[in-house]
């Protein structure tokens, strides 16, 4: 899969994409990045890509003309390629909609600074407006990382074959149970007796138990969404009936 990031701030991008598990899918070839510099497609000699607002009012806006001339070489081999502008006015971005982006081979991904862009990039260039959550970054290159990221690593072969991204939190819409590792005792807090027990059943057992404990006390409104069995509901009352917590 191929993304095309569009900024004013290439070395923003420089290091995170190297390490790790991205890094590798880089290297393997499952996932192409092309830091594209807006301002190496400004026409003019100074370079300029930003400019005041009509009607007046504070700070910048970036110029129509580079911002379409990126897209349009970026587009050259993909005319159809799916173009994204992150924006705080965007449909929040969430594990159904990286998994939705997922299936696309080639996404663009605009990143705004400033005051954002020419409103006329939106109209002529953007099929649709991604926000990463309700605050305010300084601009979109931060919000392209995260999607990159929780993208890639839905794509075939990123993950090892020991990972995958079909247990985690949100494909079941359950926050995840509690994990530890050795030592068994630290300094007094030991590990629960049933994750050593060999007993594989009772141990899921319990995972399914922690996980529904936590996801009805810090994440109420994913309980009302996921999909109960009548065995969760049967943890759920021993939960309530145990008491700790809800
Ligand atoms: N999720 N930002 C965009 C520039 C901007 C300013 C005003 C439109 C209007 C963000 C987010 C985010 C900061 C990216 C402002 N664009 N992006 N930038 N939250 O905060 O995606």
Known sequence: ???????LFPGMFSSP??????????QKELVDIRIINVRDFALDKHQV????????????VMKVEPIARAIAWARSEEPSAWTIYLTPQGKPFDQEK??????????????????GVDERVRELFINEEISI?????TGGELAAMVMIDAVSRLLPGVLGSAQSAEDD?????????????????????????????????????????????RTALRRPDLLAKARLTR??????????HDGDGI
Not at 133 to 137: A, E, F, M, R, S
């Open 49 to 60: 890509v930003d400019d005041t607002p009509y009607g007046g009012g504070q700070g910048m």
């Open 98 to 115: 990286a998994r939705d982006l997922s299936s696309r081979p080639h996404l663009i991904l605009l990143c705004g600074r400033y005051e």
């Open 169 to 213: 939190s949100f494909t079941n819409a359950l926050l995840e149970h509690p994990q530890y590792t050795r030592p068994f005792d630290f300094e007094g807090r030991r590990v629960p007796e049933i994750l050593l027990s060999g007993n594989h059943a009772a141990i899921s057992l319990w995972r399914r138990k922690e996980a529904l404990k």
């Open 231 to 240: 065995k969760d509901e049967e943890l759920l009352e021993e939960i309530r």
């Open 1 to 7: 899969m191929r993304f095309d990031i569009l900024t």
């Open 133 to 137: 959550g309700d605050y305010v970054l």
């Open 17 to 26: 994409f190297q390490e790790s598990i991205l890094g590798r899918a880089i």
